[in-house]
């Protein structure tokens, strides 16, 4: 995986980022969703790193990053703290601004990000997401259903107990779809009970301190003002549960593009050319 990036761990000051990085030009991060790890771009990375420097972590809690210990209102896993931890990491590297795209609860990352250092994102990008905020304000029978696993996930300790009893059976996932070494790597970390109770420490700030950083920004106003990307999977259900997506993306960003991937869920994995290709388009510097 990654001919010619390299590997190694970052301090943060809040976290110990694992983080692969290769390419030159400008500067675009890559943050992963649940229960992946950086390697899941192991197929787009490489497609961009002829024009790009590609960054990509490992967040906080996943994978091998460290896990930092949590609180009762779940803040070290907010996504403002995981955000917090981006400028850091790539200040690290040499980069004081970037391009950022975000998939699944990666996304979230993302566009916190982009409300709370915004001059450190030169655009936005995220994947299969609305905001976290919007999720829980339009909840109801089918999306309870359909995304269970939410409130699952925010129950104290059982959901660890029932994950750690089988947790290939629990989250799927295939060497053929992902690649071996990918897969390799993602059974490590959800084998892991320190990495399983972190991941689940993300969920459980979606429904408390993510949510009220949302319900904050939304009644000051703020909104993000570069550039944003906006993708969802045409094989997954985030459109059938919202099909105004770019409505409500425009109620957030100033400037919005939005568009779909032929894929499932896992798009990075299962239709890599198309996601590098609407990246690179997205990123082009004559798009302004």
Known sequence: MFDGFTLEHIDTEEATLRVRHGGSGPPVLLLHGH??????????????????????????????????????DHAPYSKRAMARDCPALMRHLGHDRFAVFGHDRGSYVAYRLALDAPGAGGRCAVGDCVPIGEHLARCDERFARAWYHWFFFAVPDMPERAILADPAAWYGG????????????????????????????????????????DEADRAAGRRITCPTLVLWSEKDDLGDLY??????????????????????????????????????????????
Request: hydrophobic residues 35%; negative net charge; glycine residues 8%.
């Open 174 to 213: 295939s060497k053929e779809t992902m690649g071996a070494e990918a897969w390799e790597d993602y059974q490590r970390a959800i084998h892991d009970p320190a990495t399983v109770r972190a991941m689940l420490e993300d969920y459980r700030a979606g429904l408390s301190v993510d949510r009220y950083h």
């Open 243 to 288: 099909p105004d997506i770019p409505g409500i993306w425009r109620a957030w960003a100033d400037d919005v593009v939005c568009g779909t991937i032929d894929s499932g869920h896992h798009m990075a994995e299962e239709a890599p050319e198309q996601l590098a290709g609407a990246l690179r388009a997205f990123l082009a510097p004559e798009r302004g």
């Open 35 to 72: 229960p992946r790890t950086h390697a899941t771009w192991h197929r787009v990375a490489p497609l961009l790193a002829d024009d790009h420097t590609v960054v990509c972590p490992d967040l906080r809690g996943y994978g091998r990053s460290s896990t930092p210990p949590t609180t009762d």
